[in-house]
């Protein structure tokens, strides 16, 4: 299982995440509340927001409480103030990893992760101290029941850079700036994605035994559970064998 893959990064743990939909839900409306505020609170003029909506759709939240969030971060009284901020640092194995938050006290996120860091025997670091090992990149995802021809075709016709098409569906690839603008071709024809956004892809990997990606995959846990983290990346790689063994 390569930690480049985004999806089946975070497959053995589908099981934990499903029991923590009140959490996933909280993170999905905080992106809805900055996407809004930063932008305007209408969809049809803020990919961001649009990209945001679709994605708590997808996970069943209801046009109210998505509707809600929406006036919530254009009202007047609106106090969050949420901020993006990346964190970057070592864990076991000398793994690299890095965090994605929203947060409205960075004080206090940044002494959250540099707990969890230290306690399974990585650090912190400063900013740009493990990008390097990353690519930039956006990807959006579709089921294998899209039929591939008709992905490529429209990808190509949309500016995607590239498209991977397997038994587990397709992956297209593109540019930051031509995101929104591919994702939105795809959804006038193919309908809402099973995934899309902005992700941090591995150029250099670390494989990992059993006892190593354990402890990997303890502290991607503890991180991800944080209200403020929306996304997690970490450039490990390890066996279908060791796959099978940590999600018995």
Do not use: C
């Amino acid at each position: 299982m390569a930690g480049h893959s985004h999806a089946k990064n975070i497959m053995h743990r589908k099981g934990a995440q499903d029991a923590k939909r009140a959490r996933i839900y909280a993170k999905l409306i905080r992106e809805i509340t900055v996407a809004a505020k930063e932008g305007l609170p209408d969809p049809n003029f803020n990919p961001r927001l649009r990209a945001g909506i679709g994605a708590a759709l997808k996970q069943n939240m209801t046009r109210d409480a998505i509707d809600r969030a929406i006036k919530k971060a254009a009202g007047a009284g609106a106090q969050e103030n949420y901020e993006s901020v990346r964190y970057e640092g070592y864990g076991p194995a000398g793994v690299a990893v890095i965090v994605e938050a929203l947060t409205d006290n960075r004080n206090r996120t940044a002494s959250v992760l540099r707990a969890a860091f230290n306690k399974s025997g990585g650090a912190l670091g400063e900013m740009n101290s493990v990008a390097f090992m990353f690519n930039r990149l956006a990807a959006i995802r579709y089921p294998a029941s899209v039929d591939a021809d008709a992905m490529l075709e429209a990808a190509i016709e949309a500016g995607a850079d590239e498209v991977v098409s397997d038994a587990d569906g397709h992956e297209v690839q593109t540019t930051i700036d031509n995101f929104f603008s591919v994702r939105d071709a795809l959804v006038q024809k193919f309908g809402e994605p099973a995934e899309a956004g902005i992700e941090w892809r591995p150029n250099m990997s670390v494989n990992l035994d059993e006892d190593k990606a354990a402890s990997v995959l303890k502290l991607l846990d503890i991180l991800e559970d944080d209200d403020d983290v929306q996304n997690v990346y970490a450039n490990f790689e390890m066996s279908e064998d060791v796959l099978a063994k940590l999600s018995a």
